[in-house]
């Protein structure tokens, strides 16, 4: 039994990798990110609303791993990696470098590319709830 326990958690940890930050992934994510969407759902249905670019709420991405953000729930944030999870992309978001494995401390949103936005989708949230952001200084249109 305890060498299925030792398979089944070595298992787990091997599951979940870690990209390095500096890579291709970081040139797409580095930088200012305007917020112009969230979703929610109350219950029933789901719901997407715009987000004014007036104030603006963003966050930026550093090249050595920093983040910054305005906007309420981000901003206790300080640091970020991007790691891999079941085949798909996740962004950690922690208060500090060791704390990324702390959950009271840090948080994991699973991360899309679409259309040149970023959204953000919270890890594990069953009646769904996401952020979509817009390259600030891109060629494309800050609120859509």
Known sequence: MRILNLLVITLFITSCTFRDNSEAFQSTLGGSWLMFERGFSPGAGYIVEAVAADPPKSMTFGEDGSFNSNIDGYNMYQRFRTEQDQQ????????????????????????????????????????????????????QDQNP
């Not at 208060?95 to 401390?105: E, H, L, Q, V, Y």
Request: charged share 30%; with cysteine.
């Open 88 to 139: 798909q992309d996740v962004l950690v978001l922690a208060a500090s470098s060791d704390t990324f494995d702390d959950p009271n401390k840090s948080a994991r949103f699973t991360i899309e590319f679409k259309d040149g936005a970023m959204f953000l989708y919270r890890r594990w949230c069953i009646e769904g709830c996401h952020e979509a952001f817009r390259k600030i200084g891109s060629d």
